[in-house]
């Protein structure tokens, strides 16, 4: 009887705040790129403009060759993400 290995690279809940109040979980293993966690929560925020956020961990900001791992981030975490501002600057 051969037994299935446990998987190595357990997989925890992140969960990504928007400015708006809405609320994004996305399964992950820690050694997932963050890049791929961003692409998921653009994705499943109803936001028409992608790649517009700005994702915080703790007050820093949060790299996408980043990992979980790196920012020693836990199952249940929450990842803060700021609609990036266009525009606003002065015209001189």
Do not use: C
């Not at 266009?86 to 001189?92: F, N």
């Amino acid at each position: 009887m051969s037994q299935e290995p446990e998987d190595v690279k357990p997989k925890i809940n992140i969960n990504i705040q928007t400015d708006d109040g809405t609320k994004i979980t996305v399964l992950v293993r820690r050694d997932t790129k963050f890049s791929k966690v961003f692409q998921a929560a653009e994705k499943n925020s109803g936001k028409s403009q992608a790649r517009t956020f700005k994702f915080t961990y703790e007050g820093k900001r949060i790299q996408k060759e980043e990992t979980p791992a790196e920012v020693d981030m836990e199952d249940g975490d929450t990842i803060d993400a700021h609609l990036g501002q266009v525009g606003g600057g002065h015209p001189w």
